[in-house]
């Protein structure tokens, strides 16, 4: 009797180890994909940063050209 808990114990394990395995490996394979350049999320994310940039840079140059020139 104890000898089958043991034994079934040690299956559950191993299922368990498994099934993070192959979570791991699925989670490893999205990031590889969405992550690498020109991928989905890569593109999404430098788009972002470019519309930032570039609304800064445009806030910038209007600032500047609002002063009044200096004696």
């Given at each position: ?8 114990s ?62």
């Amino acid at each position: 009797m104890l000898k089958q808990h043991i034994t079934k114990s040690r299956k559950q394990k191993a299922q368990s180890t498994v099934e993070y395995i192959i979570l791991f490996a699925a989670i490893v394979a999205a990031l590889i994909i969405f992550l690498r350049p020109g991928g989905i999320f890569s593109n999404a994310v430098g788009n972002t940063f470019q519309s930032g940039t570039n609304g800064m840079t445009d806030m910038a140059n209007r600032l500047q050209t609002s002063r009044p020139a200096s004696p």
